[in-house]
């Protein structure tokens, strides 16, 4: 097998800040190509009813912007933390032979506190969720 | 010579044509606007026997946001119309509309008040699929059609490079009445010269001679011990304010006085020994045409009441006087009363008092006049048309006042269809949420009200049975069972054996098909998409059993007065026999997938209950009532066309919850099967009509022979028979519960009244006890498991 040995300031295998900034730049480029094609190639003939909210056929009554229930903020704040750790978690199993024991300790700590997190939660009573008929 | 770069330009953009043609004409993106039986055929075409798949149509959308081709598929009725126009207006461009079924294109057989003569009157329409209802394959063929008129007709490049005219879509102008398009049934140009023969106008209409024919006496039925001892204890109490009326053809009835009749009500459901527990039927007569008025009040009140201990009925008749009539309310009495005197009130314009909210239920809450009277027009044709304008004016009324209890801050009101898929149909739930959970619910129906009784007062006596079929376009042929026997107990015509049976045979494969088509949307409703591609395999198999025997699917339109229209085809018996040795595994199937499901058991154990008191307050019947605990099945309790014959269980669950109310289903598709088996093998020689051909239409071979038989099949067949005067009510265990039959004749070739007691009607009212509390998620299960069906309740 061939070593890599093209050490460019384009080569992907190099990481640099510049061929990053390329690639930012491409990626805006594209997006906004894609855009603008797609809102200029779309044609548009706005009317009322095309702007008005769908609600099975019927006008709607009131705004939709209430104070939501709090439970829709806990469980996002919820899917939030876990989500997270999945993120961490990934990146250990990555590596999980670099990092050696030390890693696994510490990312075993790191599961260890979230669970006993997702528990406090369990025993508050943060995941009941649904109507007060279900609860009993 | 600046033109040149133009003309270029031009020209590259017409080659450029056909390959957004192509993109567009195989990635269509459907939306369904489901309206009724049609619908059925149409959700049928995306089941995994047919390959939607390849115009890029797997899934259909239920919103407009997402779609860029309208189906609009069955019935559009007047109410309903400004919503599709909505929708359609809601789209994106480019947009198709495709037309599917008889009554979208053109009213079809529905030419009745409620229903729009073709939604072209509204809509621009790029296809129409033709047929009552359409097959399946039918949808795709419309597919294929727009698929090609996509590709030849439309010049979208030039309108989406700006470069002026091009289209997105069809466009036109929709059609007008009288001008680009004729309402004459017989189609356009022949305006200017009068239909033949006459419009059947009760009380007279000239020139029929159905008032020359004699008939016997309707049939009388004797009364047993114990109705005889209800007419003495009544009479006993109550006394020259109740009269018996001596002859009847189906029940005991009497005529009871208005000021008296609460009382008598409150007597018969408490205090007599039978207890009359269940209101079966609440409805009213216009008597305003007959023929012979000086004997009728201006309209009479019909109650009728069934004991569930000893299955008997009784019938109270309250006279009521004035052109504006009034009464006092049952809804103290019973419960379910509320929605029936709505009806009553919508209908008949009579007025009760003490009605917690008397409104309009069935027609939109803006319509002029009450549709039953007999004043009132029969005919969409007789009406002004409905036009664009019309659909434009005429909005649904606002959820705001449904639903007056909304806590601004915290609640919201919320539109749950008519237009939605989880609503089973064209039904409002108009709930207040807070968070996920149903604080308030009301209802509306009337999105699917064909006028069903209506017509019924003008077809004549065997026109009107593919109306029936129509009534619950699931359960096909045991529609018209109900409905044939009413007649039949009218005029005392005797059923042979073997006619009895096949009906049986038939009502119990469509009992088999709808509980299948429950099955798969229930699991849906829950998340499961699987089981409807089993269940609709299935499904396929009764109907091809139900298509050899009778020549349709959905609607076979088969049962006669009498009998039925043709004996059992060669091979039926093999078909059967194979359906009955698989089918019992694949029901294991099901089982296996969907009943020890766990996410099912979470999602619809203890959800939706109802106990087994409210349920009989409420009028329930069907799998819903047996689902709480009571084996009541009329089919055992007081069988009808030879049901007492047949060897089989009457399934019952105790919790009265969806997960019970799917147990039942399940299992009684294990007792239809045994039931056809029986059916098939035993299955009696002989006649398959009767023999006595004055109500009926006689057989063909008899009819080519002799010439009584001749004389009566031109009568029967033309102006219809006459049924002796009088009335009888029938009724029959339909796959979703009771259906009943109240025909009334004033001795004419059509009904004078023609009353359907449907089980929707009260299994559907007590929708908002089942799910208050509950989060939406829970109601769309809850809806899934009541297993209701529009036509059904809207009529």
Redo the contacts between chains.
Sequence with gaps: MQPITDSGAFSPWEPGIFSLSIYTVIVLVLISILFFLSS??????P?T??L?A?????????S?R????V??FLVAIFFLLFDVEGAYIFSWAVACKSLGWAGWMQITFFIIVLLAGLIYIWKKGGLEW?????KD | MGTMPEKRLMRLADSLNPLINWARSRSLWPMFFGLSCCFVEEATAITSRYDIARFGAEVFRPSPRQADLLIISGTVFKKIAPVVLRLYEQMPEPKWVISMGSCSNTGGMYDVYSVVQGVNQILPVDVYIPGCPPRPEAVLHGLTVLQEKINKQEKPARSIFHLGKGIQGTVKPVLTDRQTKSRDPRGPGMEGTGIRGTEIIPPYFPETRTELMWTPEPAKIELNEQDKSLAKTLEDRFGSSVKQVPHTSDMLTFNVEKERYKEILVFLKTQHTDKYRRLEDLTAIDESARRNRENYPDYTMVYSLLSLETGSRVRLKVPLYGETAYTKTITDIWPSANWYEREVFDMFGIRFEGHPNLQRILMPHDWQGHPLQKKHPGRATDMPPYTLADAQKNQPRDAGLFIHQADSDNEMILNIGPHHVSTHGLLRYIVTLNGEEIKEMEMEIGYHHRGAEKIGERQNWHQFIPYTDRVDYLAGASNNLPYVMAVEKLAGIKVPERAQCIRVMLSELFRISNHLVFTGTFAHDIGAMTPTFYTFREREMVLDIVELITGGRLHPSWFRIGGVASDLPEGWKTRIDEFVKIFPERINEYESLITNNPIIKIRAKGVGKIGLDNAIEWGITGPNLRACGIDWDLRKKLPYSGYENYDFKIPTAQDGDCYARYLVRIEEMRQSLRIIKQAAENMPSGRYKTDDYRYTIPERKDMLKDIESLIHHFVNVSRGPKIPKGEAYASCEIPRGEQGYYVVSDGLGCAYRMRIRTPGFPNVQVMPMLSKGWSISDLITIIGSVDYILPDIDR
């Design positions: 200029w190639l779309g044609e548009k003939k009317g009813e095309k008005r769908y609600e099975s056929g019927i006008i709607p009554t009131g939709a209430l104070r939501y229930p439970p829709f649904g109507p007060c008929l279900k």
